[in-house]
């Protein structure tokens, strides 16, 4: 009876000891089973990013059309991209566009996310409101706008009429065509930055403002001392995101001028379109999507380094 008990307890304890004496896992080690979890990941980066990005650059160097591609011809088709006014035109009103929509998209979102950052239905209803407009597609922002900008029957007429003069013609103003379609995208693009600012504003303890109160702080004190450096790296982000948006303009200005009148509010998108898909010169168009990947990342990483090194200082 004893030796059946001792024979039980040894066979009960027999894989806890093998457990024991068996060599542990190693948990650095590499398992290439990890990873099949960024695979598809990677595929559809390589697919949609790395791979076009290639091939463009490949294809700028090359006379290319609908018929395939030609002969390398070098640098010749950024030669001949430099040499076009209508292309430098262009850059400009991109860079001018973009100076129009960031600043006030950056600021105006931080506005709005201050002003309504309360636990109230008028708060939450002004919210939605703002943010509706970025659900839109932009034919219908164009549409909406277009209605409110058409000479003589728009709602902008209409308001100018009622004090009797005449409405400027934004549409079809050299100088003032820009700013329309800046207006139209910085309504449309508000919601993104003020929700932003707001996820930002909400995760700033609110111990902090009370130790404020208490020490007398104003309302200025508060937001420079305490919100401000709290949304920094959030202001960064905004600021990010709208340069590499903002140098993407295309339906906006297609839609509402067609990059009129006299190409003044051609953007570089556009160019690039009636190069590619109405002249087909598909290698001058790849230098011209090349150039702008250029100038979206030296704006990019210029805005990026510029705001850090103010932040520390």
């Given at each position: 009876?004893?030796?059946?008990?001792?024979?039980?307890?040894?066979?009960?304890?027999?894989?806890?000891?093998?457990?024991?004496?068996?060599?542990?896992?190693?948990?650095?080690?590499?398992?290439?089973?990890?990873?099949?979890?960024?695979?598809?990941?990677?595929?559809?980066?390589?697919?949609?990013?790395?791979?076009?990005?290639?091939?463009?650059?490949?294809?700028?160097?090359?006379?290319?059309?609908?018929?395939?591609?030609?002969?390398?011809?070098?640098?010749?088709?950024?030669?001949?991209?430099?040499?076009d006014k209508i292309f430098l035109q262009s850059v400009g009103n991109t860079?001018?566009?973009?100076?129009?929509?960031?600043?006030?998209?950056?600021?105006?979102?931080?506005?709005?996310?201050?002003?309504?950052?309360?636990?109230?239905?008028?708060?939450?209803?002004?919210?939605?409101?703002?943010?509706?407009?970025?659900?839109?597609?932009?034919?219908?922002?164009?549409?909406?706008?277009?209605?409110?900008?058409?000479?003589?029957?728009?709602?902008?007429?209409?308001?100018?009429?009622?004090?009797?003069?005449?409405?400027?013609?934004?549409?079809?103003?050299?100088?003032?065509?820009?700013?329309?379609?800046?207006?139209?995208?910085?309504?449309?693009?508000?919601?993104?930055?003020?929700?932003?600012?707001?996820?930002?504003?909400?995760?700033?303890?609110?111990?902090?403002?009370?130790?404020?109160?208490?020490?007398?702080?104003?309302?200025?004190?508060?937001?420079?001392?305490?919100?401000?450096?709290?949304?920094?790296?959030?202001?960064?982000?905004?600021?990010?995101?709208?340069?590499?948006?903002?140098?993407?303009?295309?339906?906006?200005?297609?839609?509402?001028?067609?990059?009129?009148?006299?190409?003044?509010?051609?953007?570089?998108?556009?160019?690039?379109?009636?190069?590619?898909?109405?002249?087909?010169?598909?290698?001058?168009?790849a230098a011209a999507s090349e150039v702008l990947f250029v100038l979206i990342?030296?704006?990019?990483?210029?805005?990026?380094?510029?705001?850090?090194?103010?932040?520390?200082?």
């Open positions: 009876m004893a030796e059946a008990v001792v024979s039980s307890q040894v066979g009960l304890s027999s894989p806890a000891l093998a457990a024991k004496k068996a060599p542990p896992a190693n948990i650095n080690a590499s398992q290439w089973r990890n990873a099949l979890f960024i695979a598809p990941y990677l595929f559809f980066f390589a697919t949609m990013l790395v791979f076009p990005l290639i091939w463009g650059i490949w294809l700028s160097f090359h006379k290319a059309d609908t018929f395939g591609v030609g002969k390398f011809v070098g640098i010749a088709n950024y030669v001949r991209l430099f040499g860079f001018y566009f973009v100076l129009l929509t960031v600043p006030v998209l950056a600021l105006l979102g931080l506005f709005l996310a201050l002003a309504l950052n309360r636990q109230t239905r008028s708060a939450a209803f002004l919210r939605t409101a703002f943010f509706s407009s970025s659900v839109l597609s932009v034919t219908i922002v164009t549409l909406i706008w277009r209605i409110v900008f058409i000479p003589d029957f728009g709602l902008l007429a209409t308001v100018y009429g009622w004090f009797g003069t005449p409405a400027p013609a934004f549409l079809s103003s050299p100088d003032l065509s820009m700013i329309a379609i800046a207006i139209a995208t910085i309504w449309w693009c508000i919601g993104l930055p003020m929700m932003l600012y707001l996820s930002a504003l909400q995760q700033i303890p609110g111990e902090i403002y009370e130790a404020a109160a208490l020490d007398n702080a104003n309302r200025w004190q508060t937001f420079r001392s305490i919100t401000l450096p709290s949304i920094k790296r959030t202001f960064i982000l905004v600021v990010l995101i709208q340069v590499v948006m903002q140098f993407q303009l295309f339906g906006q200005a297609r839609l509402m001028t067609q990059g009129g009148p006299n190409n003044t509010s051609k953007p570089i998108v556009m160019y690039i379109y009636d190069i590619a898909f109405k002249r087909w010169d598909l290698g001058m168009g990342l030296i704006a990019a990483m210029a805005q990026y380094l510029l705001t850090r090194k103010r932040g520390e200082n």
